[in-house]
């Protein structure tokens, strides 16, 4: 699969396809492999600073589920934060 066609997923647009490319995530089997906190740490430990966890975490985690990254709970939301190290 090419690096694009992560933009096939929802919530994956070309801006978000290119950095994750930078971290050597070019498939949607990359993604799944790393986890979306993962994923989400390895993005801000390469641009060195947290970015938002909405246009990140959530929409790489409703990428993985194919839901838009609104549509988590808070609870699912809170959940997704502590695994990603945000909030303890």
Same mark, same amino acid.
């Given at each position: $699969?090419? +690096?694009?066609? /992560? ?8 801006? %978000? !396809?290119? @950095? ?20 989400? +740490? $390895? /993005?801000? !430990?390469?641009?060195? +600073? @947290?970015?938002? %966890? ?5 929409? /790489?985690?409703?990428?993985? +589920? ?15 934060? %502590? !695994? !990603?190290? %945000?909030?303890?």
């Amino acid at each position: $699969m090419k +690096q694009s066609e /992560l933009t096939q997923f929802r919530n994956i647009g070309k801006t %978000v !396809a290119k @950095r994750l490319a930078s971290i050597n995530i070019k498939t949607f089997d990359d993604l799944a492999k790393v986890g979306s906190a993962t994923a989400y +740490q $390895m /993005l801000s !430990a390469d641009t060195g +600073q @947290r970015l938002p %966890v909405c246009y990140y975490l959530y929409s /790489l985690e409703g990428a993985l +589920q194919d839901r838009h990254w609104d549509d988590f709970s808070e609870e699912e939301k809170y959940q997704l934060r %502590v !695994a !990603a190290g %945000v909030v303890s």
